[in-house]
């Protein structure tokens, strides 16, 4: 998402700031491209035009045309007025209230309301919860079964719909249940169609009433774009929802609905789906959205990222032994366990400052090799990996061989490895093994 959008930004900030002076006519001209890149985003065409507007009423004034800086402070300002666009601050869940606090997952057919329960469910267990999924949908075929999967990939419990069941009166069931038994967030995966139609509003309608949840959440899937705020718009109206997941968000989405969606409806976006696994949750924070549009990175992101995977123990260990130069194959090999765990080598190194798309594209990078690299240390013996030293020609054909891999392969590894080595006693000597940070080494 956002790529295309990133680059024709990209585009025009550069040559504002070329220049030591900008004038109003160049102003004008910037604005006419940032234009053109959120409208080929798919951004609707009022908040384009309100944007746009904003912009242009602080880079006229005194801030840009009495800056040292001119093109550096248009950025700045398009930051800030992108921020403001998303919503200026994140906004988390209302977990306040009488327990259980219940969540209505309501959208379109297809929008990903299922899968999003199940991550819902498991985001909320790693906050420390217990939660409960409700499968509603008695209509489309299968809804109950595929939610019992996903409750079952999660370890998180379903509440058991029968076939026949009524949606408010399995509802409310379900609700008595969850009080039973001790859970103490409830999330409701109502049903939907292929449109939003009369009948399918009434019984959400009803559902609000009867559950009177804490949020009502609806699912828009990202690559519809322009239809998403068209359905967001629906939804709020009859239901007054509270935010929005966004799903399919790594998909070939150009973000058009992600920058209007809080414009155009007023409820934020709480969550971005990232991917097809159950992980693959995001909460949406405005701030480092806008970052990562305009190639700044995402640091704090890639900071969470690794201190949900990142062992401390082991983290403070495997420092220890850099220090001591007693960091083996099989630590690299914990190292590289550890990194793949955060997401794709693509997507960390996108959360860099100035790793922007074009700089990217021009990176081969390919998480198969990591794969491959653990599979050739699987291979090892406990005391090759101990002591890399002892791999002669010979060991190295029966490793390859293990591992599926060529001989070369495997001598790549140690070369790499040896001068990962190399490079930390550098870093030793000069005192700078605190600033490698823990848990994540730059291999």
Do not use: W
Not at 103 to 130: C, D, I, S, W
Not at 233 to 239: H, I
């Amino acid at each position: 998402m956002f790529e295309s959008l990133s680059e024709r930004l990209d585009s025009a900030f550069k040559k504002l700031k070329g220049r030591g002076k900008l004038s109003e006519s160049n102003i004008e001209d910037g604005m006419r491209e940032v234009r053109i890149a959120l409208l080929e985003a798919d951004v609707h065409f009022k908040v384009v035009k309100s944007f746009i507007a904003g912009i242009k009423k602080r880079a006229l004034g005194s801030e840009v045309m009495e800056s040292l800086t001119p093109g550096q402070q248009v950025i700045k300002i398009v930051n800030e007025e992108l921020v403001a666009l998303m919503g200026s601050s994140d906004t988390e869940l209302d977990l306040s209230g009488k327990k259980p606090f219940k969540v209505m997952l309501v959208g379109l057919q297809g929008a990903g309301k299922t899968t999003t329960a199940g991550k819902l469910g498991l985001y909320l267990r790693k906050k420390g919860f217990k939660p409960y999924l409700v499968p509603a949908d008695v209509y489309r075929p299968a809804a109950v079964d595929q939610l019992k999967k996903v409750g079952t990939e999660v370890d998180i419990q379903v509440y058991p719909t029968k076939e026949g069941d009524k949606p408010e009166a399995l509802c409310s069931k379900a609700l008595e249940k969850s009080v039973e038994d001790g859970f103490d967030s409830v999330i409701f995966d109502t049903a939907g169609r292929l449109q939003a139609d009369e009948s399918m509003m009434e019984e959400l309608v009803r559902l609000k009433t009867l559950l009177n949840p804490s949020e009502i959440l609806l699912v828009a899937d990202a690559m519809t774009g322009q239809e998403a705020l068209q359905v967001a718009s629906v939804f709020d109206e009859k239901l007054d929802i509270t935010g929005i997941v966004l799903s399919k968000a790594d998909g070939d989405a150009r973000g058009g609905a992600a920058l209007s969606m809080k414009a155009v409806t007023g409820k934020p976006i709480k969550f971005l789906g990232v991917g097809e696994k159950l992980s693959a949750l995001e909460p949406f924070y405005p701030e480092r959205m806008a970052s990562r549009i305009l190639g700044m990175g995402d640091t704090l992101s890639l900071i969470e990222k690794a201190q949900e995977v990142v062992d401390q123990k082991k983290a403070a260990e495997m420092e220890v032994k850099l220090r001591k130069n007693q960091f083996t194959l099989e630590d690299f090999k914990d190292q590289l366990v550890q990194v793949r765990k955060m997401g794709s080598i693509k997507d960390i190194l996108g959360m860099l400052p100035g790793m922007n798309n074009k700089v990217m594209k021009q990176l081969d990078i390919d998480d198969k090799e990591l794969i491959k690299v653990e599979a050739i240390i699987n291979s090892m013996t406990k005391k090759e990996r101990i002591n890399h030293s002892i791999i002669n020609g010979s060991r190295r054909k029966r490793i390859a061989s293990g591992s599926g891999t060529k001989v070369q392969d495997v001598n790549q590894l140690l070369k790499n490895y040896n001068q990962t080595m190399k490079m930390m006693k550098k870093f030793n000597k000069k005192g700078m093994m605190k600033s490698l940070g823990r848990g994540i080494l730059p291999f």
